[in-house]
């Protein structure tokens, strides 16, 4: 085929929806307000979690409002399209696809993500839902040994594969008449029965045939979309009765890196792709749930491993090699979700660059999607923030009515205005009843949670080396100083590392000097015979604060 001069494509690509149908039936009774009855998750659950759950709905609806505001017909949805799996909502979901599709004319392309399904059988979910009086209760699909009081429903039941690609199907996991190509990595019969593939645990004791769902698609004449399934399951070392859910290693983690052991044939699939749409002159567009290059970059790796060694990202890091695989196999750009990060990153070796470009979450900080848009040869990438999209007050009203029931302390996030101000603040909730408990240092976290910055610098145990000019370094006076706390520092930490350009959008101009002046006093190697270890670390935390900062600030300002 020959290179058409004048085509031109555009697609938006949706990450890590996690979408929860408020108004869904999950066998719990709903709460009234005004005309709806809504079927809530708790705030307690939210503010522990690296995601927010029934802001979920209107973040997708105001998403797809945009995408076809700007008459974009083809979506691609990045994995964890759904809260966890559960039936109920993946059922809901695909009506609201459905019907978009009928009245827009738009086509949506899925990927598994971890939080769609779980190995070849599924698994249970449980939730706390909350009630009319702001009390909890557990809803489940487990009733072997149901909780006192709790609802058991089959609705809440996450699929495994093969049934939940089936309730997806008409969504790219299967072959379209509208399709101007369609394959697998077995060829182009579309029967589940066709792409399977057997692993095998170490000790070869555990054997199971899984299903691939993996595909690509033309869905516009000259555009190929290559839709990898890089959502792995491991088998465990043993034997294991049916269903078990320890027959398999949770996906969570495994992702590129256990691509390479399991599932080699994807590599020659995709040699053999990219080399047929070098030659028909296609542009090839490639998709996974899970990161082929950290999203934090270079330096990001080595400060993830150095300050959260048993942290969730430190562990899910992708191997160089998996980078290395994808350049041999001709790969040059690929997109993922899965960390709720806005960012690229690159790798590059004799054979070539690729590209990894991290597509941030609906329901985290910062709440974006992508529109990738094709000219030419031209690939442009635009992040499109729906910050500004008003909070359902209606809610916000229910978790403060549960906050009061519980005894619990109101986050600061109950009191936005809008969504972006919500996700900020939920921030700084996940560092206070998350982050801190989960993977800081207890000697560090106690020494700064209760600090202001002027604290910070003057205590013998967290001042930097040589603070004695931090002042004129900061340009602040010592009341400002006291006037910021060290937990609001730490947010603007993470707002930063997950978002990039935005955070320093929304941070101002003002606070960003602050941050970095503050930064700058500890580039001072502190020695190890100094003996303080939080002012060590705490050396490292600035250290990388300057490195996000730097890349936001970059030119391609991604994260």
């Known amino acids: 085929m020959a290179h058409d001069p004048d085509r031109r494509f555009s697609l938006a690509v949706i990450a890590d929806a996690h979408f929860h149908d408020i108004e869904g039936d999950y066998a719990v009774p709903s709460i009234a307000v005004g005309e709806r009855r809504l079927t809530l998750q708790t705030w307690a659950h939210s503010r522990e979690s690296t995601r927010v759950f029934n802001e979920s709905a209107g973040a997708f609806d105001r998403a797809l409002e945009t995408i076809a505001a700007r008459g974009i017909r083809h979506v691609v949805l990045l994995g964890d399209y759904t809260d966890d799996g559960q039936r109920r909502t993946t059922a809901s979901l695909e009506r609201r696809l459905a019907d978009h599709e009928a009245q827009f004319g738009t086509r ?129 070392n043993g034997t294991f009765k049916t269903g078990s859910k320890g027959a398999f290693i949770d996906s969570t983690g495994a992702g590129w890196n256990a691509m390479l052991r399991l599932k080699p044939f994807i590599f020659d699939w995709i040699r053999d792709v ?129 906050c009061e029931q519980a005894g619990l302390s109101e986050d600061a996030a109950l009191s936005a205005a809008t969504y972006g101000e919500f996700l900020s603040r939920h921030t700084k909730a996940l560092v206070l009843h998350r982050y801190f408990p989960r993977e800081w240092p207890a000697q560090v976290v106690a020494a700064i949670i209760s600090m202001t910055v002027a604290d910070l610098l003057r205590d013998p145990v967290t001042r930097p080396r040589d603070g004695a000019d931090f002042y004129e370094t900061v340009a602040m006076s010592e009341d400002e100083l006291k ?30 000097a602050v941050l970095r002046g503050i930064s700058l006093l500890y580039c001072e190697k502190i020695d190890d015979e100094d003996n303080r270890a939080v002012a060590r670390y705490l050396a490292t935390f600035f250290r990388s604060l300057i490195f996000y900062l730097d890349r936001a600030a970059g030119p391609t300002a991604g994260g």
């Open 108 to 236: 949506f392309y899925a990927l598994p993500g971890n939080h769609d399904m779980f190995g070849p059988w599924g698994r249970h979910q449980s939730r706390y839902f909350l009630q009319e009086d702001g009390v909890p209760v557990l809803v489940t699909s487990d009733g072997r040994d149901p909780k006192p009081g709790s609802i058991v429903t089959p609705h809440m039941y996450c699929e495994g594969y093969p049934a939940a690609l089936l309730s997806m199907a008409r969504h790219g996991y299967f072959r379209r008449p509208v399709d101007w190509w369609w394959e697998t990595p077995f060829g182009h019969d579309d029967a589940l029965e066709a792409r399977r593939y057997e692993v095998v645990s170490q000790d070869g004791q555990n054997r199971h045939l899984l299903v691939d769902a993996s595909y690509l698609v033309e869905p516009e004449e000259g555009l190929w979309l290559l839709m990898i399934d890089a959502n792995v399951f491991e088998p465990n």
């Open 274 to 402: 990219s080399a047929r749409a070098t030659a028909l002159g296609k542009v090839l567009l490639t998709y996974s749930h899970y990161p082929a290059i950290s999203p934090f970059g270079d330096g990001g790796d080595g400060f993830e491993r150095d300050l959260f060694p048993g942290g969730v990202a430190a562990q899910r890091i992708p191997q160089d090699a998996v980078a290395e695989a994808l350049i041999t196999a001709g790969i040059s750009l690929h997109f993922s979700g899965h960390w709720h990060v806005r960012g690229v990153s690159r790798r590059k070796n004799a054979n070539g660059e690729l590209t990894n470009i991290s597509v941030p979450s609906l329901v985290a900080f910062p709440p974006a999607f992508d529109v990738v848009s094709v000219c030419h040869d031209d690939i442009a990438v635009e992040t499109v923030d729906i910050s500004s999209m008003a909070l359902d007050q209606a809610i916000v009203a229910l978790y403060r009515r549960e």
């Open 483 to 512: 006037a910021i706390d060290v937990i609001g520092l730490v947010t603007d930490w993470y707002l930063i590392r997950q978002g990039g350009s935005i955070a320093m959008s929304y941070l101002g101009n003002r606070r960003i």
